[in-house]
């Protein structure tokens, strides 16, 4: 004779649950359910979310599909305070890590994220999305040869820079090497701007003489230039060694006073200003009276 074990109602199966649960099976459960709440918010929000439209210069010479320059379109979240430097990286890190820039210290500082954007040359971590109208787009600077996606080459901006001997040299130290070799305040604040140069080279990007004279110094270098030029601690030896680089075809001469480095400049140097004193400077040293 079989015996029937009466099947356990559904009160007392969820009361027997109740009393086989731990506290840990508990907080595995909140946790749960926090974290579905927590994904539902993000999915909401996602969906609400303002967009900025970027439109990206690609070219990869490595890959043949990809040679044949072109724009992508990338729709990023925007956020208030958000720089083009940031719309980049966002897309890059969430939509396509192929896409290629550089960027270093995002203070304006550094010099390495030089775009053109929306026609103009600026530094990306400078330049606020909220300033822009849309679609933003982002190029590498033009007149410069294109590595890969947004970066350009930068060695002849280099070479220009270092042709003009951009370092302190003196004929005149104090004889005690211990001794400092002190500047006046009223050179000091003459040469103050032409310091703040952060060798972006959006200004030679800018410039239609660098563009169509491959010889021709530069509004940086000679920037660079004046601010050792007008350095009183150098010395007359020195001032004329400078000027000897400066005073030739492709040096000082070569500008035209279009002003378009001025006006790029990410660091307000007055650049076309320093290139005109230099160009007086060079008259007068080229004077001679007898």
């Not at 927590?38 to 439109?55: C, F, N």
């Not at 040679?67 to 897309?91: C, I, S």
């Amino acid at each position: 004779m079989s015996t029937q074990v009466p099947e356990k109602t559904e009160s007392e199966t969820e009361s027997e649950t109740e009393r086989t649960e731990t506290p840990g099976d508990r907080r595995r459960a909140e946790k749960r359910a926090r974290q579905k709440g927590t994904t539902e918010a993000q999915e909401t929000t996602e969906t609400d979310e303002e967009s900025i439209h970027l439109k990206v210069f690609r070219y990869d010479p490595e890959i043949e599909r990809k040679m044949e320059p072109r724009f992508d379109d990338f729709h990023v979240p925007f956020t208030k305070g958000m720089t083009v430097l940031d719309a980049l990286m966002l897309a890059r890190d969430r939509f396509d890590t192929t896409l290629t820039f550089r960027h270093s210290c995002r203070q304006a500082i550094c010099g390495s994220d030089a775009l053109f954007i929306n026609g103009t040359q600026r530094l990306g971590c400078k330049t606020q999305i909220s300033d822009l109208e849309e679609p933003v787009r982002v190029e590498p600077l033009p007149h410069a040869e294109v590595v890969k996606d947004l970066v350009v080459d930068m060695e002849h901006f280099y070479d220009q820079m270092h042709a003009v001997e951009p370092y302190f040299q003196t004929n005149e130290a104090p004889s005690d090497e211990l001794q400092e070799q002190h500047q006046t305040r009223e050179n000091r604040e003459k040469v103050k701007m032409s310091t703040r140069c952060i060798w972006c080279g959006a200004c030679m990007s800018s410039c239609n003489i660098a563009a169509g004279d491959n010889e021709y110094l530069g509004p940086a270098a000679l920037n660079k230039a004046f601010r050792f030029a007008m350095d009183k601690r150098e010395g007359e030896d020195m001032r004329e060694h400078r000027f000897k680089i400066l005073d030739q075809e492709h040096g000082v001469w070569r500008c035209q006073t279009q002003f378009s480095c001025t006006n790029v400049c990410p660091k307000d140097i007055p650049l076309t200003e320093h290139i005109q004193e230099l160009k007086r400077s060079a008259v007068k040293n080229n004077l001679k009276f007898w």
